[in-house]
Nanobody, 123 residues
Framework: QVQLVESGGGLVQTGDNLRLSCVAS????????MGWFRQAPGKEREFLAA????????YIADAVKGRCTISRDRAKNTMYLQMNILKPDDTAVYYC????????????????WGQGTQVTVSS
């Protein structure tokens, strides 16, 4: 059974940097893609970034390009999201996901999701 577990969230201040982690288990993820979304209160879930598991090719949404980087460590079965210069608008629950198809990972229809980690940015 596939499990995705996010960590690294918390309360930070405006201008801080943060790295979120997503540990994946339950199968081999070669050939899969994984990604990050966030959902702020009262808003739809928003795609942030994705990465192909085998080759490590990253894709970053325009809304966070320049402030976010995505990476993965295959040996640790862990994906990361580095977020820099955080703003109060970045306050949200951050989710990781996984799917066989990169295109699907960039949507809310991805097959596997974690439970999310809360990030709160104080002004």
């Amino acid at each position: 059974q596939v499990q995705l577990v996010e960590s690294g969230g918390g309360l930070v201040q405006t201008g801080d940097n943060l790295r979120l982690s997503c540990v994946a288990s339950g199968r081999t993820f070669d050939g899969y893609a994984m990604g990050w979304f966030r959902q702020a209160p009262g808003k739809e879930r928003e795609f942030l970034a994705a990465i192909t598991w085998t080759a490590g090719v990253p894709y970053i949404a325009d809304a966070v390009k320049g402030r976010c980087t995505i990476s993965r460590d295959r040996a640790k079965n862990t994906m990361y999201l580095q977020m820099n210069i955080l703003k109060p608008d970045d306050t949200a629950v951050y989710y990781c996901n996984a799917d066989k198809e990169l295109r699907v990972v960039t949507t809310t229809t991805a097959a596997y999701w974690g439970q999310g980690t809360q990030v709160t940015v104080s002004s």
